[in-house]
């Protein structure tokens, strides 16, 4: 591929959603976008038929496709890219697609590309319909399937530029599907950008599980940037530098190699304890999704599970899972991370996390509705089946019970009565259980952290959600762009109730762990360690990069800074003090 001269061009930048970290340098691949060269004609009525089988062979050389993609999947590919294809392969067989586009042909006489694409954006208009983003993100999975076909229909080539001997090459797509991005993989691409995707889009947790930088939700990137132009991505900052000049270049040549090394350096942290410089001992725990995260959480090194979102097992489906499907989960998951705690959170279904958007019901604030341990309360043989899964499976290893969205302590005592319920009928049963498992509640609402001494009175632990927590006390609707700004972790309130929180379990010692996303901010772990916070729980790629914070940070010299951060009602002065907290 030439490499065009960077002086000889226009510089200028993209910004968009940074999903996975790291610099990389190189020259642009455009993939191509089929769906915007589908045009519409008539097909006379004597080659109807033949259009029929055009149809058909297309939807078959892509089912070929991804069954051998499928089928080829390197021994190390993560878990969840083969979960992707078969998602894919189900959503290419199904009537809507394999069948319905056939029956346009039939009726309106037109080519198969156009009777595909207007199936394909009936359904995508379905799917935006849906109020869970992550089911909404799914149309996604429809419009790449539909591109795939599209582009066998269209005669494109799918395979992949080789690897220029002197320089890297960055795909820039509209979309990638997964399967794209597993072909991807074998040609060792530096980076991906797509116009579109959002931080829970299959793009953007493939990034992740990839290692390489990414920037997704770029708009117009595809448009924008010429075939082999030269471009600069950094996925920390979520910007794309196009024909970068001399100096610029040089500048991030320089940043590259600093955060390739530090890359190599943070990995050798994987087996050294979390221990500050004063000698006190952190716990840095993962949160994870579904029981296939384990395998990342323990190649961080994470001391425990801090956090197990367990409504992913009752998404994207009609039925709830049973308590034999869930045991086998919980289990799992306890197996894997053999002596080492696991800390199960009971369903936190409701506002942004439906099971099921088609029966959910309608009401004007989600958010404050019936979710969580409201729900649980509401529904008690949901709650009840839960809890006996959850319990039976912590005969086989160390696990906790984390109770979310208390508000209440009498919701903490109805809570409490159930737990004793199920266990009664496991006794019944004779089923083995651990008998002193130990009962945790999530700080995540003003009120909780304002009673937190209550709380940690009646239950063994606390884990403070500072997403909903922020949420709740800004009235900022975590899943409203237009107020994500106001989005501040360091807003003094906020700060106010996590050090009373913290303040409160460590006064009646009961351990307190933060799991909202301000636990994996690098920055702010000596503000929380200063708070008095002992136990951390994030994703497992943000563990080492706090880790090595921790192994830097001494207590006596920045508890006074966190304190005085702490004593400031001045939203402005925080940022300058957490700067001179962050260089102690
Ligand atoms: C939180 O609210 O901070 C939390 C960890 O829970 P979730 O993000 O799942 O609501
Ligand atoms: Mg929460």
Not at 159 to 176: F, G, K, M, N, T
Not at 262 to 289: C, M, P, S
Request: charged content about 25%; proline content about 5%; aromatic content about 4%.
């Amino acid at each position: 591929m030439a490499a065009p001269s960077p002086a000889s061009k226009v510089s200028f930048s993209i910004h968009g959603v940074g999903v996975s970290s790291g610099i990389a340098i190189g020259h642009a691949h455009l993939v191509s976008h089929a769906l915007l060269e589908v045009v519409h004609f008539q097909v006379p009525k004597a080659l109807i038929a033949d259009e029929i089988i055009r149809f058909d062979k297309a939807v078959k050389t892509v089912k070929h496709d991804l069954e051998t993609v499928r089928r080829l999947l390197p021994e190390k590919a993560p878990p969840e890219l083969s979960a992707f294809i078969s998602t894919h392969l189900m959503i290419l067989q199904d009537h809507a697609l394999s069948e319905t586009p056939k029956q346009m042909i039939k009726a309106e006489g037109c080519n198969a590309e156009w009777a595909l694409k207007q199936q394909m954006e009936d359904l995508v208009a379905q799917f935006e319909k849906f109020e869970d983003e992550y089911l909404r993100e799914r149309k996604q999975d429809v419009i790449q399937v539909v591109e795939r076909i599209i582009k066998v229909l269209l005669g494109h080539p799918s395979q992949v530029p080789l690897r220029s001997q002197e320089s890297a090459i960055i795909l820039v797509a509209h979309d990638l599907s997964p399967a794209d991005a597993i072909q991807f993989k074998q040609h060792q691409f530096a980076a991906f950008i797509t116009d579109v995707g959002g931080a829970t889009s299959h793009t953007a947790i493939l990034a992740r599980s990839l290692n390489i930088p990414s920037i997704v939700a770029l708009q117009r990137a595809r448009t924008l940037v010429r075939d082999g132009e030269l471009i600069i991505v950094d996925g920390n900052q979520g910007v794309v530098i196009v024909n970068p000049d001399k100096d610029t270049l040089a500048e991030y040549k320089l940043r590259q190699e600093q955060w390739e090394i530090e890359q190599q350096k943070l990995k050798r942290l994987k087996l050294t304890k979390a221990v500050t410089l004063d000698g006190t001992n952190i716990e840095l725990h993962a949160n994870i999704e579904v029981p296939e995260d384990v395998s990342h959480a323990k190649a961080a090194g994470a001391t425990g599970i801090g956090l197990y979102r367990t409504e992913f097992l009752f998404m994207n489906r009609r039925e709830m899972p049973g308590e034999e499907e869930q045991f086998q989960a919980y289990r799992s998951v306890a197996e894997a991370m053999k002596d080492l705690p696991v800390t199960i959170r009971t369903l936190d279904l409701g506002a942004d996390k439906e099971m099921n958007p088609d029966t959910a019901r309608t009401c004007t604030n989600p958010a404050l509705g019936l979710r969580a341990i409201r729900l649980c309360l509401s529904e008690p043989a949901i709650f009840l089946t839960q809890l006996r899964a959850i319990l039976r499976a912590s005969h086989y290893g160390k696990i906790k019970i984390l109770i979310p969205m208390l508000s209440s302590i009498t919701e903490l005592r109805q809570t409490l009565v159930l737990i004793e319920r199920a266990k009664q009928s496991l006794d019944a049963e004779k089923s083995h259980y651990d008998k002193d498992i130990q009962v945790g509640g999530m700080i995540e609402i003003p009120a909780a952290a304002l009673c937190a001494e209550a709380f940690a009175r009646e239950l063994d632990f606390l884990s403070i959600g500072t997403n909903d927590l922020i949420q709740y006390s800004l009235a900022i609707d975590r899943t409203d762009d237009t107020v994500s700004h106001l989005y501040n972790p360091l807003h003094p309130a906020v700060l106010q109730l996590v050090e009373m929180t913290i303040r409160a379990g460590n006064k009646l010692g009961k351990p307190v762990s933060v799991c909202g996303e301000m636990a994996g901010e690098a920055k702010l772990a000596r503000l929380l360690l200063g708070f008095g916070l002992r136990q951390f729980s994030m994703h497992p790629s943000q563990i080492l990069t706090v880790k090595r914070e921790i192994l830097q940070s001494d207590l006596p010299l920045i508890t006074p800074v966190a304190r005085k951060i702490l004593g400031t009602q001045d939203i402005d002065r925080v940022e300058p003090l957490l700067q001179k907290l962050n260089l102690q």
